[in-house]
């Protein structure tokens, strides 16, 4: 019994684990690329969800973005050119809305190469 205990539990892990991994799948992690962009988001107390558009570099960095946010009750399009450094994460574009199901995606691209993140409210 107690292998089975133990082998139950290290697959909970497993489990968990793959769960939290798949929850940002798309999503690019600071520190695994030059570049990387970042879909932030935070419920407020009055049930709007603040939305920020970020983007991570390891260097000095300029390029443009487009942030996209669909699904019900919103058809929202930003973008523009940016300029970032190292050190902290830039916010490039914030929208705040209610609701939930809508689908968020973020494409950075520097100099010719585009990274792109989604997220699912």
Known sequence: MTNLKQF????ALVVAGLGAAFST???SQPGSQPVQCEIATKK???GMTSIEGRVH???AISGTYTLQ???PGANISQGGDFDAGVGK???LSSVMLSGSGQRISLDVTVGGHT????KRL
């Open 69 to 71: 946010v669909s699904g």
């Open 8 to 11: 139950s539990i290290c697959a």
């Open 44 to 46: 407020s107390s009055g």
């Open 89 to 91: 994460p830039q916010v």
């Open 115 to 118: 990274t792109s993140c989604t």
């Open 57 to 59: 570099a390891s260097k």
């Open 25 to 27: 799948a798309g999503a």
